[in-house]
């Protein structure tokens, strides 16, 4: 390292020789007088040019040290391993940049991967919108050629009816024509004989009134002498008849034994009506009876047939409603079979709630659950009865007890006559049948069981309201009723009929249970009686298409065409009760 030491040495100023004159840039005179004649700025470029050689003398002295130094190899070597630590130094550096360029390279990809992941999710969102443009834009141009046809349809419609109605019109006049004319033939006709009969009568008048006049006395004559003749008959009769009692007190016998006769039979025939009315016929009042009668049975003998092998179905099959009703009504059914098995004594049942929801097919799967006869009148048939109400009211239960089954007699809309008596708008009449029906219904029965049906319970007399045994109440069907109902319809309406090949009767293949899951949300507070006739209109969809195809998109618009049907039918009923009670206080307050 001496020869290193020797470059950090201070180096010692050299003397000039003396006959540079001590200049120590060894310049000459003439130099120097040259050099003042230059402008500042030459002389600084051209110091810029000069070379300092001290440097070069100094390196070439170093290196004469170190060749003489005994440490030469090892500074070498040294000189090497530093050169070789700087070159390694180097190569780290290196690697170390290319593992950043990687590592560049790597989330830029990631960077690019991202970017075309969004431009793929873009796309897709344009070509989801373009879609759902274009779909919409297909409905747009279907809906317009819809509404074209119909146009169309009601334009030749019109046509059609406008022809029809010339044409009638034409028809009329021809008529009327016609008839106007044979009328005037006819009084023309009437006139002549009218004339030729006066004409006839003038020219016999004396002829005429010599006849008449000739059996006028010949009818008088005749008179007079059946007179005399009845005078004297009837005159000898009696005095021959009071001459003897025996004749007269046979007489008398005769006549009373022919006022027993008469009436005796009269007696006899209205009981043999009655007998006869309650075992072949039925009442005015019921309307639909599971009660076959001797001529019932003479008609339809294979009904009758079928009827005596049916077995007792379960109550509520075929009906949907709220598990806890269900489970009410099972309580129900099975209490009033028992009863009938056991000849116990039948219990008055009231069923009100909104129209619609299953109360009068309740009532039938009761009676056939239960292995009784139903019958089913209503209660806006007794007021036009008017005095025969009560007769026809004491007919029913006649009726009603004369069943072997035991009768289950369902009243629907039973407060049209069974309000309150104290009522303003109830008629005597009416007030005479609600008291037929209170007669008839004072105590427990082990013949029949009286069922009633009702929307506005609130109107019975306290009396009705005292004979019920159980009042069970039929709400509107939830969402989880109204799901069961539409495929209980879907399976009757749609899928039975497709599947039995009905003529023009196709469905389309989608997901049967989806779409009924979206029309129950659709048709909320709809009534199970609603819910049916959705049913029917699927149907007439079918029959009205072009191709007899039922489509998912057909089954959903009918519905929602039922949901806003309904709603406007809820608007009407309100505005209806508002009308009512507006009525009803103006009534009061005047």
Excluded at 194 to 217: F, G, P, T
Excluded at 343 to 364: E, I, S
Excluded at 383 to 405: C, L, N, Y
Aim: positive net charge; contains cysteine.
């Amino acid at each position: 390292m001496s020869w290193l030491l020797g470059r950090n040495r201070p180096q010692q100023p050299q003397e000039m020789p003396s006959g540079e004159g001590g200049n120590p840039d060894g310049a000459t005179a003439g130099e120097r007088s040259g050099d003042s004649q230059l402008s500042k700025a030459e002389r600084k470029a051209m110091e810029a040019y000069r070379f300092d050689s001290s440097a070069l003398e100094r390196a070439a002295e170093a290196a004469r040290t170190l060749e003489r130094s005994k440490h030469a190899r090892e500074a070498l070597d040294l000189s090497k391993m530093q050169e070789l630590t700087r070159q390694q130094e180097y190569q780290q550096k290196v690697k170390e940049y290319e593992a950043h360029i990687e590592q560049a390279k790597v989330e830029q990809k990631r960077i690019d991967h991202e970017e075309r992941r969004k431009t793929l999710i873009e796309e897709t969102k344009q070509q989801q919108q373009r879609a759902q443009y274009q779909d919409q834009l297909a409905r747009k141009r279907y809906e317009d050629q819809l509404a074209q046809q119909q146009r169309v349809q009601e334009e030749n419609l019109r046509k059609q009816e406008e022809s029809v109605a010339r044409q009638e019109a034409m028809r009329r006049q021809t008529i009327e024509h016609e008839i106007e004319m044979k009328e005037k033939n006819r009084l023309k006709m009437l006139e002549h004989e009218m004339r030729v009969k006066a004409k006839v009568d003038r020219e016999n008048r004396d002829i005429n009134l010599e006849q008449i006049r000739l059996k006028a006395q010949e009818q008088r004559t005749t008179i007079l002498e059946g007179i005399k003749t009845a005078g004297s008959v009837i005159g000898s009769g009696v005095e021959a008849m009071l001459t003897d009692w025996d004749k007269v007190l046979t007489a008398a016998g005769g006549l009373s034994l022919l006022a027993l006769g008469v009436y005796a039979a009269k007696g006899a025939t209205g009981v043999t009506a009655r007998y006869v009315e309650s075992r072949i016929g039925k009442p005015t009042l019921v309307g639909e009876t599971s009660r076959f009668a001797m001529l019932d049975a003479v008609k339809h003998p294979v009904k009758y047939i079928q009827k005596l092998k049916s077995k007792p179905a379960d109550a509520l099959q075929g009906v949907v409603l709220n598990p806890k009703l269900e489970e009410r009504l099972r309580d129900v059914a099975i209490a009033t079979k028992n009863t009938r098995i056991n000849k116990g004594m039948y219990r008055n049942v009231l069923m009100h709630g909104p129209p619609g929801t299953g109360k009068t097919m309740f009532a039938k799967k009761l009676a056939e659950h239960s292995g009784m006869d139903y019958a089913i009148m209503t209660g806006g048939d007794v007021a036009p009865m008017g005095k025969e109400a009560v007769t026809a009211i004491h007919k029913v239960f006649d009726w009603s007890q004369a069943s072997r089954r035991g009768l289950l007699l369902f009243v629907d809309e039973a407060d049209a006559f069974l309000r309150k008596r104290s009522s303003e708008h109830i008629s005597e009449d009416l007030r005479a049948a609600l008291n037929a029906f209170l007669y008839r219904t004072s105590e427990q029965n082990s013949k029949f069981m009286l069922v009633l049906a009702s929307n506005t319970p609130e109107q019975f007399d306290y009396a009705i309201n005292d004979r019920l045994d159980e009042m069970v109440e039929f709400t509107l069907p939830g969402l989880e009723e109204r799901e069961r109902l539409l495929r209980l319809y879907f399976d009757k309406y749609v899928l039975q009929p497709a599947a039995e090949g009905a003529k023009r009767f196709k469905l389309e293949q989608f997901d049967y249970g989806a779409a009924c899951s979206k029309m129950a949300k659709i048709c909320e507070g709809m009534s199970g009686r609603e819910i049916s006739k959705l049913g029917v209109s699927w149907q007439a969809a079918v029959y009205a298409s072009e191709n007899g195809v039922l489509t998912e998109k057909m089954v959903l618009d009918r519905a929602e065409a039922a949901a806003i049907q309904h709603k406007q039918k809820m608007a009407w009923l309100s505005e209806q009760e508002r009308l009512d009670h507006k009525s009803i206080t103006g009534g009061k307050s005047n």
